[in-house]
Nanobody, 123 residues
C-alpha cells in the first residue's frame, strides 16, 4: 500500500515561484522504491489532465513537458520518501490542480495518486 500527499500549492502572482512536495508513505514504497517513477500531472477546469514532469527514483532521470521545460524542476529526497516540483516564473496558464503519482518503472500506468494541491497564478 502506498499513500501520496501533495502540499505547497497556493496563490501566487505571475512570475512568482512555488515548490510542491509529494510525501510518500507505506511499506510497498519503502520496499520497492528503487523501481518507481514519480510523475507530476496537472488538470485545469474544463481541460484534460496533462503530464508535467517525472523523475526515476533511483537514477534521477527527469522528463519535462515542453510547456514547463526551463521553468520547472523535479527532484526527490529518497531518505525522506519525498518528491518535489519546483516551479518558477509561473504563468496564469499554469493554474491547475497538481497531482503526484507513482508507477513501476517500465509500466505505462501510474497506479498510485495523491489527491492534489491547487496552484493558482494571478496576472
Amino acid at each position: 500500500q502506498v499513500q501520496l500527499v501533495e502540499s505547497g500549492g497556493g496563490l501566487v502572482q505571475a512570475g512568482g515561484s512555488l515548490r510542491l512536495s509529494c510525501q510518500a508513505s507505506g511499506r510497498t514504497f519503502s520496499n520497492y522504491d528503487i523501481a518507481f517513477v514519480m510523475g507530476w500531472f496537472r488538470q485545469a477546469p474544463g481541460k484534460e489532465r496533462e503530464f508535467v514532469a517525472a523523475i526515476t527514483w533511483s537514477e534521477m532521470i527527469t522528463t519535462y513537458a515542453d510547456s514547463v521545460k526551463g521553468r520547472f524542476t523535479v527532484s526527490r529526497d529518497a531518505a525522506e520518501k519525498r518528491g518535489y516540483l519546483q516551479m518558477y516564473n509561473l504563468k496564469p496558464e499554469d493554474t491547475a490542480v497538481y497531482y503526484c503519482a507513482l508507477k513501476r518503472r517500465g509500466s505505462t500506468d501510474y497506479v498510485h495518486w495523491g489527491q492534489g494541491t491547487q496552484v493558482t497564478v494571478s496576472s
